[in-house]
């Protein structure tokens, strides 16, 4: 690599123009990068096909990227839906898609994506979301899970949200072919659809089945504490426009698997679950105010990177 050899000015040295014009034309670099003006050393190379030798000392073998949802960064033509009817089992979940309803996954081709042994797939998303409800405060009404009651003087009872809840999104794959018509979850990933006590009163998943899960509070709830006491009623705020992001990864140690496509979901209202016989924690959804909760989304992307392991 060339190496700049120009003399610094020194204290009394005049300065004019066309001397300091020219020291900025050393930095100057032709059209091509070569290797007169940068280095080997300034790249990742492992990430870069090898020549004569097909995807030997290639990591990353396979990119590929989508955008996802209403994309308008204006947020002037979103997507809304409301939460999960309380009648359960709860419904299918969202597919994240256009304004006018037609999904958004990512298609990895007609021949799909093949994952060998000794290789990862990578796949982030992000998608600009926005958790918001109808009425006032109504997490704290009903039999809710997602307040807690506190002294608001005199023994008189005050509600608090917990702030718990949330929105939860997560990973579908198709593994059948690329007319991408048969999704399911993609592996250690629940659909939050599961009876978890067996008596139909509580449905989600368990946390260490949701490993291409992310989640957004689907409310905010805030209070001025005083002396113990909550004497003054709960500030509802807004949680605004917000970018919701999330990753997975999937290694495959021996067999291979190809898929076709990858998408987004989500459900909710959620909320925190223990279970005391089990010893489990879960996400439930909170039926109880399920139909004043509100999700609207705009848009985002899906990134798939294939990689070699070592």
Not at 122 to 138: A, F, Q
Not at 193 to 204: F, N
Not at 218 to 223: E, K, L, T, V
Not at 241 to 257: D, L, V
Request: glycine share 10%.
């Amino acid at each position: 690599m060339s190496r700049i050899d120009r003399p610094r000015v020194e204290d009394g040295d005049s300065i004019e123009a066309t001397d300091l014009n020219s020291r900025f034309t050393d930095y100057s670099q032709p059209g091509a990068l070569n290797a007169f003006n940068v280095r080997d050393a300034a790249f990742d190379l492992p990430q870069f096909d090898q020549p004569g030798a097909s995807t030997f000392g290639f990591l990353a073998s396979y990119q590929n990227s989508a955008l996802i949802g209403a994309n308008d960064w204006k947020h002037s033509s979103v997507v809304t839906v409301t939460g999960v009817s309380a009648s359960p089992p709860p419904a299918a979940p969202f597919i994240v898609g256009t304004s006018g309803g037609t999904p958004t996954p990512i298609s990895l081709g007609a021949a799909g994506l093949t994952v060998a042994a000794g290789e990862v797939l990578r796949v982030y998303w992000d998608l600009s979301v926005y958790p918001h409800w109808e009425g006032t405060r109504p997490w704290t009404t009903g039999a809710s899970v997602d307040f807690y009651v506190f002294d608001k003087g005199s023994g008189v009872a005050q509600n608090l949200g917990t702030n718990a809840a949330c929105w939860v999104f997560w990973l579908q794959w198709d593994i059948t072919s690329n007319a991408l018509a048969n999704w399911t979850e993609v592996p250690n990933q629940s659909d939050f659809r599961t009876d978890l006590y067996g008596d139909g009163s509580a449905y989600g998943a368990q946390l260490g089945d949701t490993m291409s899960s992310s989640v957004v509070p689907a409310y905010i709830d805030r209070a001025i504490p005083d002396n113990g006491l909550i004497p003054a009623t709960p500030i509802q705020a807004s949680v605004g426009w917000r970018g919701a992001s999330g990753s997975w990864y999937y290694p495959k140690t021996s067999g291979s698997q190809t898929i076709y496509g990858l998408r987004l979901v989500f459900t909710g209202p959620m909320s925190p679950n223990h279970n005391t016989v089990s010893g489990a924690n879960n996400l439930i959804h909170s039926v109880a105010w399920s139909s004043d909760s509100r999700l609207s989304y705009a848009g985002g992307s899906i990134d798939v990177v294939k990689q070699r392991i070592g």
